[in-house]
């Protein structure tokens, strides 16, 4: 099994989100998070990643308008018809950072590495520097036929969004991963499961919080066995044999001795 060749669409990975049975779901296993799923229901790559960088501190307070366009109860408004390209996935929200630069690259003819520069002079908030950058901003609109009214109202949308903007590339890869554990919990589930039960071995709050997700996916873990268990929890079938190493105050050494006995004899 290869992630990186895993379809990115598959239904039952995103029947995980839809239901919000999130736990053990990198970046969504929180209350909050799974609240949001749940208004959300999130059906495409896309909205898993705007998700992630929509719950954070600052942009939180688009995520009304997020969920209730993606839902169909609110119109899709673009404060341009040009930018539909670039916020049309986020059905007209703007979310990250790299919208902020192709939108100066649109209406303002920026090159990208001056739209980079644009959206950390916005990030800085120092009101010298942002007079500053206007007036190019500006020329650049004005010579694509913006009026002064268009310019004025894009940049004050703009500058106080800049400040909380998510990096895309990142909130990307952390959806891609997400992604990854909500097919790997749907398609295989007692492998996975025993994979992340091995990987919590030596914390005892999470392994029970996981332990009772197996129980409530209906996946059984078998007590130790000395001629069942592996170091590692293990899948066997639809079912997961608990890891040796896993037992409190039996060390790696016992176990490492009594795998090799075992299969020696």
């Known amino acids: ?12 990975a995103y029947r995980i989100f839809a239901t919000a049975n999130t736990t053990a779901i990198f970046q969504f296993e929180s209350r909050g998070m799974r609240d949001l799923i749940k208004r959300a229901r999130p059906d495409r790559f896309e909205d898993l990643i705007a998700l992630v960088a929509l719950y ?3 942009p939180m307070d688009l995520i009304p308008d997020y969920v209730e366009r993606k839902q169909g109860r609110q119109r899709v408004e673009h404060p341009d018809p040009r930018l539909e390209p670039i916020l049309g996935p986020t059905y007209g929200v703007m979310v990250y950072q790299e919208q902020v630069m ?10 990208l590495g001056a739209a980079d520069l644009l959206r950390r002079a916005m990030g800085k908030k120092k009101k010298e520097i942002l007079d500053k950058e206007k007036v190019p901003f500006a020329a650049g609109m004005r ?3 913006y009026s002064q009214a268009a310019i004025d109202t894009l940049w004050d949308i703009l500058v106080p969004f800049s400040d909380y903007a998510f990096n895309k590339a990142h909130t990307a ?12 919990k749907a398609n295989y589930p007692a492998e996975y499961m025993a994979a992340l039960l091995t990987s919590v071995k030596d914390d005892k709050d999470k392994s029970a919080v996981y332990l009772n997700e197996c129980r409530r996916m209906g996946i059984k873990v078998l007590p130790p066995d000395v001629n069942e ?5 293990a899948p066997r079938g639809s079912d997961i044999r608990f890891g040796l190493s896993a037992i409190r105050n039996v060390g790696g050494n016992v176990v490492d001795s009594l795998l090799r006995t075992r299969s020696e004899h």
């Open 1 to 12: 099994l290869t992630l990186e060749g895993l379809p990115i669409d598959d239904p039952e």
């Open 173 to 184: 890869g952390y959806g891609l991963v997400s992604y990854w554990t909500a097919y790997l």
């Open 229 to 233: 268990s592996e170091s590692d929890f």
């Open 102 to 111: 192709a939108i100066a690259q649109r209406v303002a003819g920026y090159s």
């Open 143 to 145: 010579e694509n036929g």
């Open 56 to 58: 954070r501190p600052g």
